[in-house]
């Protein structure tokens, strides 16, 4: 499925707009972040594994995950709102 960009959607507009688009959006809104906090749910697995693998040695041989884990854990949030009902 091709990227569409951006919702175009606002509060006012969310009534008298098509509403197929608005459920489409919406359902690929979602369907992006699930897809980045199962990325994160990986990644996190891995951490575990290397932490268990490594022992001791762990903070030196599982820097790059841990570091891959914490750069990624602020964008696979689900958000409260969806972004065309949010205030600008």
Known sequence: MADKGPV?????TLYTAD????F???DRIVRDQWVKIMKLRIVREKLT???HR??????QN????????LKDLP???I???????KDE
């Open 8 to 12: 175009k959607a606002t509060r006012e």
């Open 19 to 22: 509403r197929a688009e608005l």
């Open 24 to 26: 489409d959006n919406r």
């Open 49 to 51: 594994e290397c932490y």
């Open 54 to 59: 490594e022992s001791v040695n762990h903070m």
């Open 62 to 69: 599982c820097r790059a995950l841990v570091e891959r884990y």
């Open 75 to 77: 964008d696979a949030q």
């Open 79 to 85: 958000g409260g709102r969806p972004p065309y009902l």
